[in-house]
Nanobody, 115 residues
Framework: QVQLVESGGGLVQPGGSLRLSCAAS????????MGWYRQAPGKQRELVAT???????NYADSVKGRFTISRDNAKNTVYLQMNSLNPEDTAVYYC?????????WGQGTQVTVSS
């Protein structure tokens, strides 16, 4: 059974940093693209960043230069380093794995940016 478990969320002051992790279990996703999405209250879920199996990355304009997505295939884990956080980054952050057959989602981790 495939599971994606996010961690690393929390409360941080504006300008601060957090590092999110998403650990996958049940099968290897080293050959699959992985990504991070977020959903703020009252808003639709949106793409934050993606990374291919080869390490190519893509970012939403709103996070370019501040967030960095990376992966460790040996650990079956994808990371999101978030710097210079601002209140607009407050949301539940979800990781996602893309496969030919289906998508897998984690349960989400809350990130709150507030003074």
């Amino acid at each position: 059974q495939v599971q994606l478990v996010e961690s690393g969320g929390g409360l941080v002051q504006p300008g601060g940093s957090l590092r999110l992790s998403c650990a996958a279990s049940g099968r290897s996703f080293s050959m699959n693209a992985m990504g991070w999405y977020r959903q703020a209250p009252g808003k639709q879920r949106e793409l934050v960043a993606t990374i291919t199996s080869g390490g190519s990355t893509n970012y939403a304009d709103s996070v370019k230069g501040r967030f960095t997505i990376s992966r460790d295939n040996a650990k079956n884990t994808v990371y999101l380093q978030m710097n210079s956080l601002n209140p607009e980054d407050t949301a539940v952050y979800y990781c996602k794995v893309f496969t030919v057959i289906r998508e897998y989602w984690g349960q989400g981790t809350q990130v709150t940016v507030s003074s």
